[in-house]
């Protein structure tokens, strides 16, 4: 895989002098003013149930873990990309660098805190940081996103990341990969009919005690707050198959 542009080219794309220069064919994401946009128009049959959940489910049914009363806690986003591949309908990930801070090697969604530069929080900025971050950690060109979704905002405690997860379809892909090594160590894709095998899932148990589920999908371990949100997201558009919830995998399952 070879990534597509860098981080420069992203905020140019994300900025109104960018949006301008996309093109007709390259605006999947953005609106007439400027703003980036939801649509759900031209997209595949197959993603209908996962539109139907985006609109329906509440924060508890995605996890008990929710954002701070205060508002205490840093905003970020995540992408949650479904393309099509040559197996069917796939989801794109990346395993991020051994070397940082939080969730060191774990698989992940593209994503990252929301820079000053994406805006209100409250309105479009968790859309734009969640494409700058998947540009900048993936190399995939925001302009062939199209932004159909927005789960309840969640919360993870051990980094205190107040989290938008956005959801997208991969309308126009390109190639994507690894752009810098110090904060991604892999860009993968992984088919949504191995994450609905049951012979690919499995229950983690944390040292802190703490259970959820995970898949084990081309050669990674996808557990935590991605695999938490995979799981959900599987039920409510009513694509999970039954699995063996005592099947147990342990987080040092290479060992």
Same mark, same amino acid.
């Given at each position: 895989?070879?990534?597509?542009?860098?981080?420069?080219?992203? &905020?140019?794309?994300?900025?109104?002098?960018?949006?301008?220069?996309?093109? =007709?064919?390259?605006?999947?994401?953005?609106? =007439?003013?400027? *703003?980036?946009?939801?649509?759900?128009?031209?997209?595949?049959?197959?993603?209908?149930?996962?539109?139907?959940?985006? =609109?329906?489910?509440?924060?508890?049914?995605?996890?008990?873990?929710?954002?701070?009363?205060?508002?205490?806690?840093?905003?970020?986003?995540?992408?949650?990309?479904?393309?099509?591949?040559?197996?069917?309908?796939?989801?794109?990930?990346?395993?991020?660098?051994?070397? !940082?801070?939080?969730?060191?090697?774990?698989?992940?969604?593209?994503?990252?805190?929301?820079?000053?530069?994406?805006?209100?929080?409250?309105?479009?900025?968790?859309?734009?940081?969640?494409?700058?971050?998947?540009?900048?950690?993936?190399?995939?060109?925001?302009?062939?996103? *199209?932004?159909?979704?927005?789960?309840?905002?969640?919360?993870?405690?051990?980094? =205190?990341?107040?989290?938008?997860?956005?959801?997208?379809?991969?309308?126009?892909?390109?190639?994507?990969?690894?752009?810098?090594?110090?904060?991604?160590?892999?860009?993968?894709?992984?088919?949504?009919?191995?994450?609905?095998?049951?012979?690919?899932?499995?229950?983690?148990?944390?040292?802190?005690?703490?259970?959820?589920?995970?898949?084990?999908?081309?050669?990674? !371990?996808?557990?935590?707050?991605?695999?938490?949100?995979?799981?959900?997201?599987?039920?409510?558009?009513?694509?999970? &198959?039954?699995?063996?919830?005592?099947?147990?995998?342990?987080?040092?399952?290479?060992?």
């Amino acid at each position: 895989m070879t990534h597509a542009s860098n981080a420069q080219d992203s &905020r140019a794309a994300l900025s109104g002098d960018g949006r301008a220069a996309l093109g =007709e064919e390259g605006r999947a994401a953005f609106g =007439e003013d400027g *703003q980036v946009a939801l649509r759900k128009d031209g997209m595949p049959d197959w993603l209908d149930p996962v539109v139907r959940a985006a =609109e329906t489910v509440e924060p508890l049914q995605l996890s008990r873990f929710l954002p701070p009363k205060d508002g205490a806690g840093r905003q970020s986003a995540v992408l949650i990309l479904f393309g099509e591949g040559d197996r069917g309908p796939e989801l794109l990930l990346m395993e991020r660098a051994g070397s !940082l801070r939080s969730h060191a090697g774990q698989p992940s969604f593209p994503g990252g805190a929301l820079d000053p530069e994406d805006g209100d929080p409250g309105a479009d900025g968790p859309l734009r940081a969640a494409l700058r971050e998947a540009e900048e950690e993936t190399g995939l060109d925001p302009s062939g996103v *199209q932004l159909f979704g927005v789960l309840p905002k969640l919360y993870i405690p051990v980094s =205190e990341f107040v989290v938008t997860p956005v959801l997208g379809w991969w309308r126009r892909p390109t190639p994507v990969g690894v752009v810098d090594p110090n904060e991604t160590a892999r860009v993968f894709t992984v088919p949504v009919a191995d994450l609905t095998d049951p012979a690919n899932r499995a229950t983690t148990v944390h040292p802190s005690g703490h259970r959820g589920p995970a898949f084990l999908v081309e050669s990674a !371990l996808v557990w935590g707050f991605t695999a938490g949100v995979i799981d959900r997201l599987l039920h409510y558009a009513g694509w999970e &198959r039954p699995w063996d919830r005592d099947k147990q995998v342990p987080l040092d399952w290479r060992a």
